[in-house]
């Protein structure tokens, strides 16, 4: 079965899937990262206060965010979405301290 978020064009008889194209540097000042999906969509997303990124982040800090950040009901809601800040951050900046590891995982995850 066809999720409806993930198909973004559908000709005929074949589908287009939804496809994260890069991760790379933001050039907002306050944001890390800036996300590109095959549709055309960037999303910017992180801080430099992240698992990825500061080393002095500990394990507890990185329960303490996911803890923080999946109780906060206007934040749950947005998690539901895989192209939302919330969750693009959650899974490629809170997940391990590798991001090309954590980019893989939230393709494979999201099918993408």
Excluded: C
């Amino acid at each position: 079965m066809v999720e409806w978020f993930k198909v973004f064009q559908i000709n005929y008889n074949y589908i287009i899937y939804m496809k994260l194209l890069s991760v790379k540097k933001s050039d907002r000042k306050d944001k890390e990262f800036v996300a590109e999906f095959s549709d055309g969509k960037k999303i910017h997303f992180g801080t430099g206060s992240n698992f990825v990124l500061n080393k002095r982040k500990t394990v507890k800090d990185k329960q303490n965010y996911i803890k923080r950040h999946s109780e906060n009901p206007l934040e749950k809601e947005a998690l539901k979405n895989y192209r939302s800040p919330a969750r693009l951050s959650m899974s490629l900046l809170w997940n391990t301290r590798d991001l090309d590891t954590n980019i893989r995982e939230y393709k494979k995850k999201y099918r993408l």
